[in-house]
């Protein structure tokens, strides 16, 4: 095989590793919105937030612990203990859903029956607090998480293809691992949805909230619950990308890369999520490797926005997207 | 739910057993005790009164039917009852007790279940999908339950399941089980509304206008159902129509609605000889 399809090859398996990271942000935005019109701008912070009070909760930090030491005059530096990583992560998982719970009782209860672009602006508002709030809680420093899973080079495929083709592919094990975890959750939404009968009060308030009252169904429970999921989803991205590349307050920008992806899947499809992110995954990595050299490189950072601007012309419901039909 | 309102309404429920007759329709149905009670309902939309200091009650088992032309406020009579509006004046009594304002999904709870005049279904489900949506309040398994104790969810997702199979044939929608209910034409619509409603095993069910737009054919189809309901399951039922010869053959009592006021109260036969009835349907000049 020639070295230029190897390489190819190559690239569009690591194009689809990172699909699957931007395919779990898009995935926290489409089930709000499905279950309640709301376009969460928040979602990328959320994962961020999600990772910080990870790290923060497995090293042992005091919450607001600067803030403390400020305003006391005292000298606290941590517990001085360090938290197993899956004991830290349900942890999180309960901060998530009290801050679930919180946005819910606190913002969202206010805004029944508004305008979806003030549900919208409510949503940057929380994004600013919550960036906000990390800060405060756990510091801004740039943090490592390490929850143990592997990483680096795949071996066992390096020598393979190398065996196979005389010349071994690159694929990070940390990849291998997020991929198999995107699947199993996914596997697992869908099973919540389909069989069990919140799943099923779910899609009910997703599809008609006055129909889902009238069969006894609480809206701010469901809520609630959706919001909950929303952050689990957006723990686990935030596990992905902090052990990729550090838990940092860049991490909240992913979520602009979450935009082109859900253009492309349809806001209200979570397989148009899935399918939307590996498309956009492997489309910035194979463009950056057979246009990029011609353009000067960089293509990466905005290839997505404009296969995504060409899908609004022609496509604006997305692949997966409910129909758009006006009646006139 | 089980919370104070309910004990203290399945109390109520006991008292008010003991203290009424039952009385025994022409057809053979057994008419109980008052089920609910309105009294001296007004409901207010800013200067606008859609409701006058109304009060009728309900009774176990029977027909009861709301009608009026349009604009009358027999929508928003509904809507109070299932808790969509909440009147400004007036108390709303169920089994003996009195209701505080509530929710519609905490009414519904309570086992009022209702369908609606432009029919709100969820389009994306399948029509198996949205009779067991009205299971909702049967099933008690919570959710750590269902994800910890498969089985038991599973038993209980069997047990509802079988219901409303039942409840399916019933109403003669078998064939299109499967089928996207945005796909199906409106009468078959209204149909799964009804069965999704009749899911709950409602104590009171709630139809605003189950016939309207309907052909003559679907309007026959739906009035057998609506008697075979009542009959077989014993369910009390509260309908709004402004069609009055559908009403007058279906309904034990009727209370006629005009501008927002009571203007008569009693069986069909009492009800059509009523003065004002005649003078509102014929249209009679209000000033």
């Known amino acids: ?328 | 739910m089980t919370g104070p309102g309910m004990s203290a309404g399945a109390r109520g429920r006991s008292d008010v057993r003991d203290s009424l007759d039952h009385e025994v329709t022409a057809d053979g149905r057994k008419i109980g005790g008052v089920l609910m009670d309105m009294r001296s309902i007004t409901l207010r939309f800013g200067g606008v009164e859609a409701i006058k200091n109304i009060s009728f009650d309900i009774r176990e088992g029977e027909i009861r039917a709301i009608i009026g032309p349009n604009g009358a406020g027999k929508s928003s009579m509904l809507n109070v009852i299932s808790g969509f509006y909440v009147p400004q004046e007036g108390e709303v009594w169920f089994r003996g007790s009195r209701r505080p304002p509530m929710k519609p999904y905490q009414v519904a709870r309570q086992g009022i279940a209702r369908t609606f005049q432009n029919i709100a279904l969820f389009e994306g489900m399948s029509v198996l999908d949205n009779v067991m949506t009205g299971r909702l309040t049967q099933m008690k398994t919570g959710m750590a339950a269902q994800a910890l104790w498969w089985g038991k969810a599973q038993r209980e997702e069997v047990e509802n399941r079988a219901r409303v199979e039942q409840i399916i044939d019933f109403l003669e929608i078998q064939h299109i089980r499967k089928t996207p209910v945005g796909r199906l034409p409106y009468g078959l619509k209204k149909r799964v509304e009804l069965a999704r409603a009749l899911a709950a095993d409602p104590m009171l069910l709630l139809l605003d206008e189950p016939m309207a737009g309907m052909n003559v054919e679907e309007k026959e189809d739906m009035s057998r159902f609506i008697l075979d309901v009542n009959d077989e399951f014993g369910t009390t039922i509260a309908l709004i129509e402004h069609d009055m010869g559908v009403v007058m053959d279906l309904s034990d009592r009727v209370v006629v609605m005009d501008y927002g006021r009571k203007i008569g109260d009693g069986t069909p036969a009492e009800v059509r000889s009523n003065q004002d009835v005649i003078d509102a349907y014929l249209g009679v000049s209000h000033d």
């Open chain 1, 1 to 328: 095989m020639p070295d230029q399809l190897l390489f190819a090859i190559e690239v569009t398996l690591n194009g689809l590793m990172a699909g699957v990271l931007y395919a779990l942000v898009a995935l926290g935005f489409v089930l709000i919105f499905k279950a309640s019109g709301i376009f969460n701008y928040a979602q990328g912070v959320m994962a961020l937030f999600a990772a910080l009070t990870l790290v923060g909760i497995m090293e042992g930090q005091v919450p607001f612990e600067h803030l403390i030491n400020v305003t006391f005059g005292t000298e606290i530096h941590g517990f001085g203990w360090e938290v197993p990583a899956l004991l830290a992560i349900l942890l999180t998982m309960v901060v998530m859903v009290l801050f679930a719970w919180a946005v819910n009782w606190i913002v969202l209860r206010h805004l029944v029956n508004q305008e979806p672009i003030i549900l919208f602006m409510a949503t940057i508002g929380l994004a600013y607090f919550l960036e906000g709030l990390g800060d405060m809680m756990w510091g801004s420093d740039i943090k490592t998480l390490d929850v143990g899973l592997p990483q680096g080079i795949n071996t066992w495929i390096d020598e393979t293809t190398f065996n196979a083709f005389g010349y071994g592919f690159f694929i990070d094990n940390l990849d291998l691992v997020a991929t198999l975890i995107a699947i199993l959750l996914v596997a697992a939404l869908v099973a919540f949805s389909q069989y069990t009968k919140q799943g099923r009060a779910l899609r009910a308030v997703a599809d008609d909230h006055q129909a889902a009252l009238s069969v006894g169904i609480s809206l701010n429970f469901i809520w609630v619950l959706t919001w909950s999921i929303a952050g689990f989803v957006a723990l686990v991205a935030g596990i992905m990308w902090g052990a990729k590349s550090g838990v940092q307050f860049s991490l909240s920008l992913i979520a602009l890369k979450a935009l082109p992806v859900l253009m492309l899947g349809g806001f209200t499809s979570i397989p148009g999520a899935i399918v939307g992110g590996l498309i956009i995954g492997v489309g910035e990595k194979l463009f950056e490797f057979l246009i990029g050299p011609l353009v000067g490189g960089a293509t990466e950072n905005w290839f997505a926005y404009v296969l995504a601007l060409i899908f609004l012309v022609f496509r604006p419901q997305g692949l997966f997207g409910e129909k758009i039909i006006e009646r006139v």
